[in-house]
C-alpha cells in the first residue's frame, strides 16, 4: 500500500515560498495536520489562525528532533535559508546556516525514519562555466556564490542521504520565484517581485540589474505546484535525489518591464547595477527541466503574460484596500 504524508513540518514558513506552502498544505492536508517553523519573520495572521506556529532553532539537531516527535511529524519540508546576495555579505554564517541545518534535518529523518524529505536547491548551483543556454539537468556546477556551493553541497548530501540511508528527499532547482504575497529577502532575482510593488505605488522603480539580463522564473503558483507534486509522486517515478531542474519563463527585466507599462502605462524604469549583476551574470538564461517533465510529469501554467496580469490584478487590489 502506497504510504502518503499525514503530519507535515515546513521550515521557513514565513519566507516568500513558505509562506504560500504551508497554507496550501494546510488546505490539502488540514491545518492541523501542517507546522510552521520560524525564526526572524514575524509570522502572518492568516498562518497563526489556519494551523500551529512554532519556533525551532534549526541549528540544533535535538530541538528538529523534539518538534517532530512532539507533532508527530514524517514530512519535512526543508525551506529556510540565506540567499544569494545576502549570503554575500556573510558567507560564514550563510554557509552554516544552509548546510548545518539541512544537515540536522536529514540527521533526524534518518534516525527517526521519517517517511519524506523536501529540500530546493536552485539555479545558484549553476556558474559562468555552465552552459546558460538550456541549460542540461546535468551539467557543471561551479558557482560563484556561497549561497550557490551550499546549495551544490546540499544536492550532493541530499543524493548521499538517499543512497546511503535511504532516506526519500526530494528536491528542485529554483528558478527566480514571483509572488504576490509575501517578498523575497535577499535574493539576485527579487528585481522581479520589487518592480510591481513600485510600479504600482510609486510609478517608479530603479532595477539593480541590467535592462538586458535575462534569467529564468517561475510564478508562485507553480512553484508550490511543481513542489507538492514531486513530493507526492509515487518514489518509483522518482529518479534523482539530489534535485530536478524545473523552469516557468525566462525574460529580460527590460521586457518585464514593458509587460508592466501595458497595465501601468506611466510606470518608468531605470537600471542601476549593483554587485547583484554578477550574480546574474553567472547563472543561466534559460532551463532544461526535461527530465522532470518525463519522470513526474511537470508542466507549467504561467507564462510572462498570464503572470503579469495576475501579479497586476492582486497587487492592484491591495494597494487600493490599504493593503500593499
Request: with cysteine; charged share 25%.
Amino acid at each position: 500500500m502506497r504510504k502518503v504524508m499525514k503530519k507535515i513540518l515546513v521550515t521557513g514558513s514565513t519566507g516568500q515560498i513558505g509562506s504560500e506552502l504551508t497554507l496550501e498544505l494546510r488546505r490539502k492536508y488540514g491545518g492541523e495536520n501542517v507546522v510552521a517553523v520560524g525564526h526572524k519573520r514575524k509570522p502572518s495572521e492568516m498562518l497563526l489562525r489556519s494551523g500551529p506556529f512554532v519556533q525551532v532553532d534549526l541549528s540544533n539537531e535535538k530541538n528538529i528532533e523534539e518538534a517532530v516527535k512532539n507533532h508527530d511529524i514524517d514530512t519535512i519540508y526543508h525551506l529556510a535559508a540565506v540567499l544569494s546576495a545576502t549570503g554575500e555579505e556573510n558567507p560564514q554564517a550563510a554557509w552554516s546556516i544552509n548546510m548545518g541545518s539541512l544537515y540536522n534535518v536529514l540527521e533526524v529523518a534518518r534516525k527517526l525514519d521519517l517517511l519524506r524529505v523536501f529540500w530546493p536547491s536552485s539555479i545558484a548551483a549553476f556558474g559562468p562555466t555552465t552552459p546558460r543556454v538550456n541549460t542540461p539537468q546535468e551539467t557543471v556546477l561551479l558557482p560563484t556564490t556561497i549561497y550557490g556551493v551550499s546549495k551544490v553541497a546540499g544536492e550532493l548530501l541530499c543524493n548521499y542521504y538517499f543512497s546511503k540511508y535511504d532516506v526519500d528527499v526530494r528536491g528542485l532547482r529554483y528558478p527566480g520565484i514571483i509572488s504576490s504575497e509575501v517578498l523575497p529577502g535577499g535574493g539576485t532575482t527579487d528585481y522581479a517581485v520589487a518592480i510591481f510593488y513600485e510600479a504600482i505605488k510609486n510609478k517608479h522603480y530603479t532595477c539593480f540589474v541590467k535592462e538586458d539580463t535575462v534569467l529564468p522564473m517561475m510564478y508562485m503558483p507553480d512553484c508550490v505546484k511543481a513542489t507538492i507534486d514531486l513530493m507526492e509522486v509515487d518514489p518509483t517515478k522518482v529518479k534523482r535525489h539530489d534535485s530536478y531542474n524545473v523552469a516557468g519563463m525566462s525574460f529580460s527585466a527590460g521586457e518585464l518591464a514593458t509587460e508592466i507599462k501595458k497595465y501601468i502605462p506611466q510606470f518608468k524604469c531605470d537600471y542601476k547595477p549593483d554587485f547583484r549583476q554578477k550574480i546574474a551574470d553567472s547563472w543561466p538564461l534559460s532551463i532544461d527541466d526535461s527530465a522532470a517533465r518525463k519522470d513526474w510529469g511537470w508542466k507549467p501554467t504561467y507564462d510572462l503574460t498570464a503572470m503579469t496580469k495576475d501579479m497586476i490584478e492582486k497587487l492592484s487590489k491591495r494597494h487600493a484596500e490599504g493593503k500593499l
